[in-house]
């Protein structure tokens, strides 16, 4: 069973930048897609980026592509989110989560754990 636990949330305003973490135990870490996902209030939890096991690999959606970069440390069991130029539209709640595959995915329903989020607020 993987535990996952975000950090690194907050209130900013639009143009500022903030860097999401996520740290992984329970698991081989290294052996896991990671993805972020958000959900806005009223809204359904969608796709912001995912990152093959080594690295090597990242996916992106489009709103949010040339502006937040994913990466992972596999030594320090950590995914982390880099958001830059952040706009209101950016406002969610923001979840890590895991699955051992080995093809990125966008779905929500492909990601076996969760964590329990952290808020990210942007104002203009």
């Known amino acids: 069973q993987v535990q996952l636990v975000e950090s690194g949330g907050g209130l900013v305003q639009a143009g500022d930048s903030l860097r999401l973490s996520c740290v992984g135990s329970g698991g081989t870490f290294a052996f896991y897609l990671m993805g972020w996902f958000r959900q806005a209030p009223g809204k359904e939890r969608e796709f912001v980026a995912a990152?093959?096991?080594?690295?090597?690999?990242?996916y992106y959606a489009d709103s949010v592509k040339g502006r937040f970069t994913i990466s992972r440390d596999n030594a320090k069991n950590t995914v982390y989110l880099q958001m830059n130029s952040l706009e209101p539209e950016d406002t969610a709640v923001y979840y890590c989560?895991?699955?051992?595959?080995?093809?990125?995915?966008?779905?929500?329903?492909?990601?076996?754990?969760w964590g329990q989020g952290t808020q990210v607020t942007v104002s203009s």
């Open positions: 989560a895991a699955d051992p595959s080995l093809y990125l995915s966008d779905y929500v329903r492909d990601y076996d754990y």
């Open positions: 990152i093959s096991w080594t690295g090597g690999r990242t």
